[in-house]
Structure formats: structure tokens, C-alpha cells
């Protein structure tokens, strides 16, 4: 078993939709990040966060640190938001444990 | 862009040949990690550099793999003795040597196919 779990696999919405992407770990952790993948791409921090809430623009990243649990939000989902979304936990940057990712398609 | 860049960004070899991939991170950054991630999966931790200094190596780091990050700027990973399931997307990132664990910056990634 993973020792982060990300559900769902696979996620299709429609343009405008609220989408929420979950993690679960089993790990200690100092930090959670959330991070985008574009296909052939690089990949891109989103949030780094050890409590509480943060929010960028249309996206908020929650944690809760007591059931182990982080949640990303995406509001008024675009196309453009299509990638795969990657939480990854630890107790250091370079301990990090990463999930297999969660594929957004967002249809016009 | 994220300021952090790698290259080759596509390398195809012939099993049993050298490569060596280079990763140029941003410049105030003092740690630098090298992450190596197969289809369908998120990146796995390889190796991490503060500075000069090779800190930690992770047992997916056979004797075949090797890094260095001379002067503590650019770092270089080589794997010699190339083997299929060495394929992979080899990904570096770095950040500042913070203990508010600062967020990572990572490159685009080098895509290794070993025929």
C-alpha cells in the first residue's frame, strides 16, 4: 500500500465545475504539496502547506493534519486545467513521498 | 518556466552505453534533488544535494548511477551500463535550504529511452 493514497485516479468535468482531488497519508509529515503535471511536461509546485488552508486564485489546497488528509480544490474548472495532480508528504523536501497522481480532463 | 532547466530533454541510447543528464537549478538555490518517475506514477526520490555536498541517496541508486554537483551550481547525473528499466523521466528540482521546507522548483524533466 502506498503511503499516499490519492483518489480519484481519474477525473472528467466540465467547464465550470468544482472539482475536488483527495489525499491520504500514512506518513509523518512537516508538509504536504500539491504540485501539476501538464502531459509531456514539467511539473509545477501549486501549494506547500502544513496546516490550515491556503487559496491561489481559482485553486484551495486544505489539510488536516489530525486525519491525515488534503484536499485541492479547483473552482470554475477550465480546459486549461487538465494535467495530472500530484500530492506528495514528508518530513523534508527530499523525503517526500509521492502519490501516483490524479488525471484532470476538463471538456469544453 | 519554472527557472530550473535540464537537458537533454529526450535521450535515446543503446543498452550498455553511458548518459549523463545535466540539471541547472535556480541560481540562489542550495538544495538540489534528482527524481526519477515512470508512466503512470509520481517521481520517486534518487538523490539530494546541499550545496556541494551529496547528502542522501535512495536504494533505487544503484552502483550504476552517479551524481555530482561540482562547486554546488550545476549537478549531473550519470548512469553507466544503460538498462531498459533504466526508462524513465529523470526530473531535478531545487529550493532554498529553509526550514519552513520551501516549495520545489522542478525542471522539465529528461525523458530516457533505453532500446
Known amino acids: 500500500k502506498n503511503e499516499v493514497e490519492q483518489s480519484p485516479q481519474n477525473l472528467t468535468a466540465q467547464e465550470g465545475e468544482f472539482i475536488t482531488i483527495n489525499c491520504s497519508y500514512s506518513v509523518g509529515i512537516s508538509a504536504l504539496h500539491w504540485l501539476q503535471q501538464h502531459p509531456g511536461g514539467g511539473i509545477v509546485s501549486l501549494f506547500m502547506l502544513s496546516s490550515g488552508k491556503k487559496k491561489h486564485g481559482r485553486l484551495i489546497a486544505t489539510i488536516n493534519i489530525q486525519e491525515k488528509h488534503s484536499s485541492l480544490h479547483i473552482t470554475a474548472s477550465h480546459p486549461r486545467d487538465s494535467a495530472v495532480y500530484i500530492c506528495?508528504?514528508?518530513?523534508?523536501?527530499?523525503?517526500?513521498?509521492f502519490g501516483k497522481g490524479t488525471l484532470l480532463t476538463v471538456n469544453p | 518556466d519554472t527557472g530550473v532547466s535540464q537537458d537533454p530533454r529526450h535521450k535515446i541510447t543503446k543498452r550498455g552505453q553511458n548518459v549523463t543528464f545535466r540539471c541547472d537549478p535556480i541560481s540562489e538555490h542550495n538544495r538540489l534533488y534528482w527524481y526519477r518517475q515512470t508512466l503512470g506514477q509520481g517521481p520517486e526520490f534518487l538523490t539530494y544535494?546541499?550545496?556541494?555536498?551529496?547528502?542522501?541517496k535512495s536504494r533505487l541508486l544503484s552502483d550504476r548511477f552517479s551524481a555530482e554537483r561540482p562547486k554546488g551550481s550545476f549537478s549531473t547525473l550519470e548512469i553507466q551500463r544503460t538498462e531498459q528499466g533504466d526508462s524513465a523521466m529523470y526530473l531535478c528540482?531545487?529550493?532554498?535550504?529553509?526550514?519552513?521546507?520551501?516549495?520545489?522548483?522542478f525542471g522539465s524533466g529528461t525523458q530516457l529511452s533505453v532500446l
Open positions: 528540482a531545487s529550493s532554498l535550504d529553509d526550514t519552513r521546507n520551501e516549495k520545489l522548483f
Open positions: 544535494f546541499q550545496n556541494e555536498a551529496q547528502l542522501e
Open positions: 506528495a508528504a514528508g518530513g523534508s523536501n527530499y523525503k517526500l513521498t
